[in-house]
């Protein structure tokens, strides 16, 4: 859902259960994206990155998937777990003179539950 | 494995004050990042460095300054503290690849001005 003033939209699953997280990205010429898990108290983390040319991208219990025609990014969770329990975010990087600036989007609180 | 270290965790400075945030990596990465993060907002760069002695302004550069004497230390400076910088400041660094490239973030740095 969309964010409403200072609230994190959020996303509660049961453990076990897949979750689909999305992400609209806001400019056409993004080239990269990148999603980052943020736990309590953490800096972000590195999940999984794709590229403009694929649609695609799995890595171990999660997949990203690009649809530019829309400019709409999701990471899907396999079989999620209470440590999967974190703030996630969508980063997009767009080439010319600042390609190696990303940009966030104001991020999805994930919580799971036992 | 790519460590980014930030000098504090938690600081505490009167209105006012100057202060600095320090960010130490250790990949030999030629960019560098400061983000603040505050709730709902997600992360705002505010300047990044892409080589020694070298920097660009990003989103929100206004009350802050920076400085990079050495490839491995990026240093953002509050020239005056005010209230409206209290929030969490997250340092990064990553790779000059074309086409764009994860980002690995510190712990972040709490600041609150009081």
């Known amino acids: 859902g969309e964010s409403v003033g200072l609230h994190l939209p959020t996303l509660s699953v049961q453990e076990g259960d897949n979750s689909i997280i999305n992400c609209a990205y806001s400019?056409?010429?993004?080239?990269?994206f990148i999603w980052y898990k943020q736990e309590s108290g953490k800096g972000p983390q590195f999940i999984i990155d794709?590229?403009?040319?694929?649609d695609k991208r799995q890595g171990q219990r999660v997949t990203v998937l690009l649809n530019k025609t829309v400019k709409h990014l999701s990471l899907q969770i396999a079989a999620t777990q209470p440590g999967d329990s974190a703030v996630y975010f969508c980063?997009?990087?767009f080439g010319g003179g600042s390609n190696y600036k990303l940009t966030f989007g104001k991020g999805t609180l994930l919580t799971v539950n036992p | 494995d790519v460590k980014v270290t930030q000098s504090s965790r938690y600081l505490v400075k009167r209105t006012g004050e100057k202060v600095f945030l320090e960010c130490v990596q250790d990949m030999d990465h030629e960019n560098m990042f400061w983000y603040r993060q505050d709730p709902g907002l997600g992360l705002r760069l505010i300047y990044f460095?892409?080589?020694?002695?070298?920097?660009e302004k990003g989103d929100i550069p206004e009350g802050y300054s920076v400085s990079r004497e050495k490839k491995e230390r990026f240093s953002l400076i509050l020239e005056s503290a005010s209230t409206n910088q209290t929030s969490m400041y997250l340092c990064?660094?990553?790779?000059?690849?074309?086409?764009?490239?994860?980002?690995?973030f510190g712990q972040g740095t709490r600041l609150t001005v009081v």
């Open positions: 460095s892409y080589d020694v002695k070298m920097k």
């Open positions: 400019n056409s010429a993004s080239d990269y």
């Open positions: 980063a997009e990087n």
């Open positions: 794709i590229r403009s040319n694929m």
């Open positions: 990064a660094s990553s790779l000059p690849r074309t086409g764009g490239t994860e980002a690995f």
